[in-house]
Each structure stands twice: as structure tokens, then as C-alpha cells.
């Protein structure tokens, strides 16, 4: 296998053989009247020497201009540094990857410091190689390109006896395999993608459509979560949208459209308050499980997928923009909170629902969130643009204005972490004055680092968005510590990269606490929002893409006469009433003897006295929707009795 680094064919200004002017484009210096070469010799030996001088002073020029640009900027201001920023992601890009090719392609898991790979089930399902495939297309590393899709064209078979997760799924594997369909139009890709998503298939029958947690790839059969009493993530389970949507518009297939927008119905027909909803839903009712809200594991995609389902048909589906709206002015009024000394804004979570108290903790995971919050303002338009739109108010201002705070607020979690300058998977923040001098605390279990995307993700968007460099200066930092802190050169000079187990210390010679993995993200998101950061062309147009959660941009498409949006809202309830989200019934708890199951305590009989009590009293259409409701109801606890 030769391995090529994929930088050397990168063009060095006028210095290489082929683009010296052949003789017949020289200047005819010759026929100058100015350099005669029959001129007496002590002039010409003056003039070149004026030309060495000038020559000199020139290149001295030069070398205190980039000092001094250095000096003020930190080494990376002009553009022509932008390029060599983008070219230093493209290395490490290179190299963590032909290291993973080195010693286990085509395995779906790695360990780079012990070099071994594994597979997560008999036969390997491509997880490394197809989720970093649009990554490797994007950056122009041929080579790599070329054997990946060798390997997905020999190698990849997704019929087999395997239990997958239903979201990481479709997320990574059909989200690489769509978007590296779109980038090489290649149908390979696209075949591979319909043959992986009939596999899909079986999650979403159950009894509402809510997909179920894992799907049997052979059987097509879908497969309750193992734990949490049987509950899908909401997150998971509104996080294929794009992904199938997408399928749909490419193989004409209604199916897949139906499919993944019934799901958003059934969600919103649970009325949450706010906007805000529980992180667990049971795929037999279709109602939320438990209170906990949180923009953290497995609430996150739910808020992203709503404004970038919008932006997917071309803001032609409003209902989603109205859910996404709902849901930002529920974040405002719930989960913000400021820090103390900083006041750093930062996003908190609710144990209890939206009347409990507000947590401190956020998890890195949420840092995509400022980035959405700019998209969802401007909807891809530059800020400028955006702002001499008719549409743009105060409430778009608001919006952009904390997408910027959030995300000063996550670069402040790399740059407030002393020893790696790389942020903890999870931080609690202070909000006590006078108790600390710190921001936030990490605590002993929260301190690995997975080298995950959403905070490059988001400085991504900003700078996109608003061209301002501090967004690339802050990315830049965190990328050189990425590869000070995430690098390792063995004793063969193997060059690989690990995810930490611990930013917050060092081992005692001084090397970084290695975790010995490497998740597909790294190179399927955090280096390819880097080398997006650090591009001047505008690649991958915010006017022309959305990025799939895991980083695979998928196109803007219209909608036409063939799809439409196939449902409606209910009238939301008014917002001091209690919202539909709470506990379900022993009865139709399938998994009650798991371990780590969901607290549960309310039934579904009690919930469904709780929406007959709370139906609105002065809308006009009372009647309408009771029947409505009932109707629901019924059907709910039709379902219960025939557990
Ligand atoms: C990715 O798999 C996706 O971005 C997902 O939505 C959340 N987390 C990881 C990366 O951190």
C-alpha cells in the first residue's frame, strides 16, 4: 500500500521546474534600452550590485513583517497563514488516518496507541471508513479517497447478523454514505445507502412510528433500548430526518419521508411546554419518559434537527421553524445561566422538569449550540446580509448575540484549562460570587476529552457567518493543542492521535494521559470543521448545505409538487399548564426488571386524566380539540390493554 500524504502535489509558489517561463515568454531583455550589454562594465557591476542590495533589503522586509504580523496576531493573521493553517489540518488529517490504514483498515474500532482493531460485530460495518470518507473528498486526498471506496465497494456488506443503533446508524454510516454520493455522484454510494437503510427499516415499526433504540441488520427487526425501560433518546429519535429525507429526494421513495416526519408529529402531539422537552420517549405510546431537559446526551440533536430540517427544504416546511422558535425561547427562559466572576453565559440542565431548579453542569456537547443559534438567525446568510434583510429583527439579534456568548463560553472551556488547554467532556459552573476565582469546576470522572467537534463546529459557523478572525484564532488554538496534547509518535515514529483521559494533568515525564482510542467524529467532524474554519473559498456553501449531525453535508433541496410536510400541529397548550411529558405505565413496562431503568412514577391513566384536565378552557376550538384528545387517549389505553 503506498501511502501518500496527500500534501506533496500542494503547488510552492513559482518554484517549481514547470512553471518557469519558457524562453519564449522572457522578458526581451535583450532589445531593452535600458540593458544594453554593450554598456561599460563598471556600470552594469554597479547596477547589479544595486539589484543584490535592493534584493536584500527586500527579503529583510519581508522578515520583519511576518515578525511583526506574528507578534501582533499570534502567528497565524493573514490569509496566506489561513492557507497553511488549513494545510496543517489537512496533515493531521493524513496522518492520524494512514495510521488507522496502517494497522486496522477497514476495522470499526481503533486503539492508536496499542495499534490494534477490532470490530464491533461477526463482520465490519465501516465505521471508520465511512464516516471520514466526505472528510477525505472534501480535503482532496485522492489516494485515500480511492481506497476507501475500494473497501466499501469490496468489503462493506450491511446484511448481517448484527444489532445496530438505530441514530449512530444512520447518522454516521447513511449520512457518510449520502453525502460522499453528493460530493462524487458516484452511485456506488448511493446503492450501498438503500441497501443500508431497507436494513434500517424494521426501527420504526412500532406501535407509534417512534423508531425503536437498535435495529437487527439481518432481520430487520427493531429492538427496544436494553435499558431505560425500553425508551428511545429523543435525540436519537429525532435525528434521522435529514438522512431520510434526503434518500427520499434522491430514489423517489415517499416511504422514507413519511417515516421520518412522523416521528416529529408524534413528538409534538405531546405539546411540550416551552418548547423544551424530556430526553427519553417510549416508542409504544409516544410520550416523553421522565423530566430530565437538557441540550447535553441525547437532547441535543432534537434542538438542531428542528431548524436544520427547515433549512434542508429550503425554508419551505414552517412548522419546523415554529417548533425550532418555540424551543429557542424556551432555552432563553429555562436553561441559561451566567457564571460567576466572568459571567459566562452558559446552558444548565433540568432535572425536574421546567419548574425544578436549574443545574449547573453542561456537557461539551452542547457547545454546538451557539453555532445553531447563528445558522437559525440568519439561516446561512452572512450576519451583514442578514441584517439588511426585511425580516431581521431583534429577536434574530438576540439570538445571534448568544450564539455568540455560547460559544465564547466553550472556548473558554479549552482556554481556562491550565495543562492541555483542551476541554473536559463536562464542567459545572460557578455561580456563586466570591466563592472561587473559577468559572467552573471539572469533577475526577468528567475529565477526559474525546476529541469531539461541537465547539470547533461552532466557531466554524461564527466565522462563516460573521468573517471575524478571532473566531480562526480561537479554532487555531485549539487545534495546536489538539496536536501538542492528542499526537503521539511511537518509538518506530508510528504518528497517531488518541482521545485523553485527563485534560486537567500530565504523567509525570510529562506526556499526556493517552486513552487509547479514536472516535470516528475526529476525523468525520472536529478536522473537517477545522479545515473548514481555515478555508477562504467558502466550501461547502451554508446557502447550500446543512451538515448532517455528524458533520456530512447534505444539499438544500425544493421540495416540488412530489413531497409535502404530511402533518399538522395541535394547538399547543397555554403555558402555565402542566405539559404531557411525565412517567408511563407498569403495564406495558416490557423491561421493568433491567437495571438503571428510568425512575418511574406517574401511569399513563393518570396522565391521560392530567390532559383532559388541562385541555385550554377559552380556545375557540374547545370542542374540537377534546374530541381530538380523547380520540388519543383511547387510543392509548386501548394499547395498554392489549399489552
Ligand atoms: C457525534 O456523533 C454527533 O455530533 C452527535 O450528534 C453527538 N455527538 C457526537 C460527537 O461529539
Do not use: F, V, W, Y
Given at each position: 500500500m503506498s501511502f501518500n500524504f496527500g500534501i506533496s502535489n500542494i503547488s510552492r509558489g513559482n518554484n517549481s521546474y514547470k512553471d518557469k517561463p519558457t524562453s519564449s515568454s522572457l522578458p526581451l531583455y535583450y532589445n531593452s534600452k535600458n540593458s544594453n550589454p554593450f554598456a561599460p562594465k563598471h556600470n552594469r557591476n554597479k547596477k547589479i550590485l544595486m539589484l543584490f542590495k535592493g534584493f536584500l533589503y527586500s527579503i529583510l522586509l519581508y522578515i520583519v513583517y511576518i515578525f511583526i504580523s506574528n507578534a501582533i496576531d499570534g502567528g497565524v493573521s493573514n490569509k496566506t497563514n489561513w492557507q497553511r493553517a488549513q494545510l496543517e489540518v489537512k496533515q493531521a488529517m493524513a496522518e492520524s488516518w494512514h495510521d488507522y490504514e496502517k494497522y486496522a483498515w477497514g476495522k470499526d474500532v481503533y486503539h492508536p496507541i496499542s495499534k490494534v482493531g477490532e470490530n464491533m460485530g461477526p463482520k465490519p460495518l465501516g465505521w471508520m471508513i465511512v464516516d471520514s470518507i466526505d472528510t477525505l473528498m472534501i480535503m482532496n486526498l485522492d489516494e485515500e479517497v480511492s481506497r476507501a471506496k475500494d473497501w466499501i465497494k469490496n468489503d462493506l456488506d450491511y446484511n448481517f447478523n448484527y444489532e445496530v443503533n438505530t441514530f449512530e446508524t444512520t447518522i454516521r454510516m447513511l449520512g457518510g454514505l449520502l453525502s460522499a454520493y453528493h460530493l462524487s455522484k458516484d452511485d456506488l454510494y448511493l446503492d450501498k445507502a438503500v441497501s443500508l437503510a431497507n436494513s434500517l427499516h424494521g426501527a420504526f415499526d412500532s406501535k407509534t412510528g417512534i423508531p425503536y433504540s437498535s435495529v437487527n441488520l439481518a432481520t430487520g427487526k427493531g429492538i427496544p433500548n436494553h435499558v431505560d425501560n425500553g425508551a428511545s433518546s429523543t435525540a436519537e429519535v429525532a435525528t434521522l430526518q435529514l438522512e431520510f429525507k434526503y434518500l427520499s429526494k434522491l430514489t423517489g421513495e415517499l416511504d422514507w419521508w413519511r417515516l421520518s416526519e412522523k416521528i416529529m408529529e408524534v413528538l409534538d402531539s405531546n405539546k411540550p411546554q416551552d418548547g423544551l422537552v424530556p430526553i427519553y420517549v417510549n416508542p409504544d405510546t409516544g410520550i416523553y419518559q421522565g423530566n430530565l431537559i437538557r441540550l447535553g446526551s441525547r437532547g441535543d440533536s432534537y434542538y438542531e434537527y428542528l431548524l436544520k430540517q427547515y433549512l434542508q427544504t429550503n425554508e419551505q416546511e414552517s412548522i419546523y421553524w415554529q417548533m425550532y422558535k418555540e424551543s429557542v425561547n424556551g432555552v432563553k427562559k429555562h436553561l441559561l445561566g451566567k457564571s460567576e466572576p466572568n459571567k459566562l453565559t452558559f446552558v444548565g440542565e433540568l432535572n425536574q422538569g421546567i419548574k425544578g431548579e436549574l443545574s449547573n453542569k453542561m456537557d461539551h456537547l452542547v457547545c454546538f449550540y451557539g453555532g445553531l443559534l447563528a445558522l437559525g438567525a440568519t439561516k446561512g446568510l452572512p450576519l451583514k446580509e442578514a441584517r439588511n434583510s426585511p425580516n431581521w429583527n431583534k429577536n434574530n439579534e438576540d439570538d445571534f448575540e448568544l450564539g455568540e456568548s455560547l460559544t465564547y463560553t466553550c472556548y473558554k472551556m479549552y482556554n481556562e484549562v491550565e495543562k492541555t488547554g483542551l476541554s473536559p467532556e463536562i464542567v459545572h459552573f460557578n455561580t456563586?460570587?466570591?466563592?472561587?476565582?473559577?468559572?467552573f469546576i471539572i469533577k475526577p470522572l468528567d475529565r477526559?476529552?474525546?476529541?469531539?467537534?461541537e465547539t470547533v463546529e461552532s466557531l466554524f459557523y461564527l466565522y462563516r457567518l460573521t468573517g471575524e478572525e478571532k473566531y480562526r484564532k480561537w479554532g487555531y488554538e485549539i487545534f495546536k493543542n489538539f496536536i501538542k496534547y492528542t499526537k503521539v509518535v511511537n518509538k518506530d515514529g508510528d504518528v497517531s492521535y488518541s482521545s485523553l483521559k485527563d485534560v486537567t494533568s500530565l504523567n509525570q515525564d510529562g506526556t499526556p494521559k493517552f486513552k487509547d482510542s479514536v472516535e470516528s467524529f475526529w476525523w468525520a467532524e472536529t478536522l473537517k470543521y477545522l479545515y473548514l474554519l481555515f478555508d477562504d473559498s467558502d466550501k461547502i456553501s451554508l446557502r447550500e448545505y446543512v451538515f448532517n449531525t455528524e458533520a456530512h453535508p447534505l444539499p438544500i433541496f425544493e421540495m416540488g409538487d412530489y413531497f409535502k410536510t404530511g402533518w399538522k400541529r395541535q394547538p399547543t397548550l397555554p403555558s402555565n399548564e402542566e405539559p404531557k411529558m411525565r412517567q408511563k405505565d407498569e403495564k406495558i413496562?416490557?423491561?421493568?426488571?433491567?437495571?438503571?431503568?428510568q425512575p418511574v412514577d406517574k401511569s399513563i391513566e393518570e396522565e391521560a386524566k392530567d390532559i383532559l384536565k388541562n385541555l385550554p378552557k377559552n380556545s375557540k376550538n374547545d370542542e374540537d380539540i377534546k374530541l381530538e384528545q380523547k380520540e388519543k387517549l383511547n387510543k392509548i389505553l386501548k394499547d395498554i390493554e392489549n399489552e
Open positions: 456563586e460570587t466570591g466563592e472561587s476565582n473559577k468559572d477526559h476529552n474525546l476529541q469531539r467537534p413496562d416490557r423491561n421493568k426488571n433491567i437495571p438503571n431503568a
